[in-house]
């Protein structure tokens, strides 16, 4: 496609579910973000990928979260156990390397009941 | 480290000039400045890199002071369709590793 793929775009679950967010980024976008955005909040960086290497995880507020990335094909966010507090737009953004530039996808918005 | 960002918000007529402002504790390699509409993702609108150049978007530009460490994001003579958030992300080091951003400053612009 010609922009990056963000599925499902909207999720409802109650507590204690499992969520699986899905983002299909730009052919050719070797490196990939994954973002929360709380309701009027900024973006807040959960984890970064670059082609084969292991992945920067530190941003990844708990155990409960994961994300998984088969080389420069679709990433994976896994939300375990979700809480209230997971509620947000989950942001994911691949970057075109010849000028650094961002591409975000529209965001999955889950909310937790 | 996250760069802040100055001020949180703003509200102008159209026509207006506005100044935002994104610093830094530590190095900075590169700043990134992207907008934000409601309910949309953010949209990149210019890359500083150390140097000091000023680039321009529409009459949207950018400076970029590595020895202050900031950045300063210029809007003139600004339109309705300048209103959303505006977020600095900065790298603080060389090539692409995590990309941190500000915590966004609002712009609204009215008639």
């Known amino acids: 496609g010609a922009g990056v793929s963000q599925s499902p775009s909207n999720k409802v679950t109650e507590k204690g579910k499992d969520v699986e967010l899905r983002c299909d980024p730009i052919?050719?976008?070797?490196?990939l973000y994954w973002y929360r955005q709380r309701l009027g909040q900024g973006l807040e960086f959960l984890i970064y990928f670059q082609g084969n290497s292991a992945p920067d995880k530190s941003g990844l507020p708990s155990d409960r979260f994961s994300a998984e990335r088969t080389g420069e094909s679709v990433s994976t966010l896994t939300i375990q156990r979700t809480q209230q507090e997971d509620s947000a737009v989950y942001l994911c953004a691949g970057i075109a390397e010849n000028t650094g530039e961002l591409f975000f996808g529209e965001g999955s918005r889950l909310t937790v009941l | 480290q996250q760069p802040v960002q100055s001020p949180q918000a703003v509200i102008l007529r159209e026509g207006e000039d506005a100044v935002i402002n994104c610093s830094s504790s530590k190095a900075l390699y590169s700043v990134h400045w992207y907008r934000q509409k409601h309910g949309e993702a953010p949209v990149f609108l210019m890359i500083?890199?150390?140097?000091?150049e000023q680039k321009g978007h529409e009459k949207i530009s950018a400076s970029f002071n590595e020895k202050k460490q900031q950045s300063s994001l210029y809007l003139t003579a600004s339109q309705l369709s300048y209103s959303g958030t505006y977020f600095c992300g900065t790298y603080g080091s060389g090539g692409y590793n995590k990309l941190i951003f500000g915590a966004g400053t609002r712009l609204a612009v009215h008639p």
């Open positions: 052919s050719g976008h070797t490196a």
């Open positions: 500083l890199l150390k140097g000091g």
